[in-house]
Each structure stands twice: as structure tokens, then as C-alpha cells.
């Protein structure tokens, strides 16, 4: 199907364990973006990348990890995991990341993973 | 630091009425600027955006206003209705951010 999907949609892991959350788009966008959502914070940048093999940091990187070998996947891996990790990760995809222009370049995003980390 | 922010986390209106969210924020580089609505446990999808050399864009029963000088934007739904009952996030981007507000829950009463 075309669009964005994320897997799982639900995660429950330990503390210390390694979690990978994975994200695929179908529609070539160059941008894909990592978000957690919080109650209080909205949504907060993770990573994000331009294009396969470049990846940057965004508001809240510290404990994340990603890499990007193949256009369409954007995976988010969560090293040793935390309680303060729990939370609800959403990835998104972009033609562009944002310009004053005439131009509409709004974030599909993904269903969303809840991610409990006890 | 919130760059952007929206200070209402929760609104109420009667079906039929107008609905006014509201959103500032403090980066004079965002020159773009986006609101999404999210269902529960639905991703945000996008609504209506606006380019900071405008200063009202409209699609239907939604309206964004965009005041520079005051670094403020607000979406009005006219007329409001149920199925608009949702969280609302206000985006910000330019050089190279981008920033959402904390959101607001939008409840539209039949």
C-alpha cells in the first residue's frame, strides 16, 4: 500500500534493552523525519534526514540512534532503553524541509508506535 | 526552550459556532507555518499552511491568520462541527527547524 507505515505499533521493553522502531515510505519524499509526542511537549524532533546516508540531529537526539541506507527506510533505534523513552514515536516524510515559497511542503506522518519502556 | 507555543491546551465550542486557536512563537527565522489535526491514535495530518508574505490563507471552513509583527497565527473554523473534534498542532519552520507547538484539544459539542 502506498503511504507511510510504522512497526510495531506497540513496544513494551525493558530497561537496558536495545529497540528498533522502523518506519517505510512508498512515495520517494527525500525528507523523513523522527517525532516523540508528550503530554505538555507536543511533538519534538528526534532526527531527521535530507536524503539515504545523510541523517542530523534535531530538538531531542541524546539516547537515539539512525540510519538511513535505502531512501524509503528511516529506522530509530533506542540503544539501551529508558523509562524516560516511554512515549508515542511518530515518523513522518517530506518533499522538502520548508521554504518561503507558494510551495506546500507539509510531513505526512505515520500511525504512530507506542513505545513503554518499564 | 518552546519556540513555539500554543497556551490553550483545550477548547470548547458549540456545534455551528467558531472555533479560534491560537499560536506564537519566538524564531523570527519561521517564515512558514502549518496546522495539523490529530485523531487518537492517528498520525497528525496536515490542514491548512500559510507563508509568512501572506497574511490569511483559506480552504473552506478553515482560516489561518498570520500577524509577523506579533509572531502569532491563529486557525478559525467556521462553522465548527463534530467530526472537528481533535487535537491541533501549530508548526513553525525556516532556517533549516522546525517546531510544533504542544497542541490543542478541540472539542466541538453537537
Known amino acids: 500500500d502506498a503511504g507511510i507505515t510504522q512497526s510495531p505499533r506497540y513496544k513494551i521493553t525493558e530497561t537496558g534493552r536495545q529497540v528498533t522502531l522502523m518506519c517505510h515510505q512508498t512515495w520517494s519524499h527525500s525528507y523523513m523525519f523522527w517525532y516523540r509526542q508528550d503530554l505538555g511537549h507536543g511533538l519534538r524532533l528526534i532526527y531527521y534526514?535530507?536524503?539515504?546516508?545523510?541523517?542530523d540531529k534535531g530538538e531531542v537526539p541524546d539516547g537515539y540512534v539512525v540510519s538511513r541506507s535505502k531512501t524509503e527506510n528511516f529506522p530509530l533505534t533506542l540503544e539501551s532503553a529508558t523509562r524516560s523513552q516511554t512515549s508515542v514515536y511518530f515518523c513522518?516524510?517530506?518533499?522538502?524541509?520548508?521554504?518561503?515559497?507558494?510551495?506546500?511542503?507539509?510531513?505526512?506522518f505515520g500511525p504512530g508506535t507506542r513505545l513503554t519502556v518499564t | 526552550d518552546q519556540q513555539v507555543k500554543q497556551n490553550s491546551p483545550s477548547l470548547s465550542v458549540q456545534e455551528g459556532r467558531i472555533s479560534i486557536l491560537n499560536c506564537d512563537y519566538t524564531n523570527s527565522m519561521f517564515d512558514y507555518f502549518l496546522w495539523y489535526k490529530k485523531y487518537p491514535a492517528e498520525g497528525p495530518t496536515f490542514l491548512i499552511s500559510?507563508?509568512?508574505?501572506?497574511d490569511k490563507n483559506e480552504d473552506g471552513r478553515f482560516t489561518v491568520f498570520l500577524n509577523k509583527s506579533a509572531k502569532h497565527l491563529s486557525l478559525h473554523i467556521v462553522p465548527s462541527q463534530p467530526g472537528d473534534s481533535a487535537v491541533y498542532f501549530c508548526a513553525a519552520s525556516g532556517d533549516n527547524d522546525m517546531r510544533f507547538g504542544a497542541g490543542t484539544r478541540l472539542t466541538v459539542k453537537p
Open positions: 500559510i507563508s509568512s508574505i501572506k
Open positions: 513522518a516524510s517530506s518533499e522538502s524541509l520548508g521554504q518561503a515559497s507558494q510551495t506546500s511542503y507539509e510531513q505526512y
Open positions: 534526514s535530507a536524503a539515504a546516508d545523510i541523517t
